[in-house]
């Protein structure tokens, strides 16, 4: 079994600061690249930022030069530093990343259950 878990949400002050972990566990045999995504109410699921396992990234344009993404590939864990926070950027953070379990070729998607960021005074 392979599961994804985030932690780090909350409520913030805009200009605030928040970071997001996403630890993915299980009988994991690769990770390929993590990512994180987010949905704010009445809203389609964005693309935040993903890294691959070589260490490139891709941010959204909503969030460049405020968010960094990193990964620790020893503790399969990705994180997403979250500066200069705005109210538009109050959603549900997703964590999302393909896996290929130990017991199968098979890559599978993974999704984490989600943690609220809210940004407000």
């Known amino acids: 079994q392979v599961q994804l878990v985030e932690s780090g949400g909350g409520l913030v002050q805009p200009g605030g600061s928040l970071r997001l972990s996403c630890a993915a566990s299980?009988?994991?045999?690769?990770?390929?690249?993590m990512g994180w995504y987010r949905q704010a109410p009445g809203k389609q699921r964005e693309l935040v930022a993903v890294i691959i396992s070589g260490g490139s990234t891709n941010y959204a344009d909503s969030v460049k030069g405020r968010f960094t993404i990193s990964r620790d590939n020893a503790k399969n864990t990705a994180y997403l530093q979250m500066n200069s926070l705005k109210p538009e950027d109050t959603a549900v953070y997703y964590c999302n990343a393909p896996i290929r379990s130990s017991w199968s070729s098979a890559v599978n998607d993974y999704w984490g259950q989600g943690t609220q960021v809210t940004v407000s005074s």
């Open positions: 299980g009988s994991i045999f690769s990770i390929n690249a």
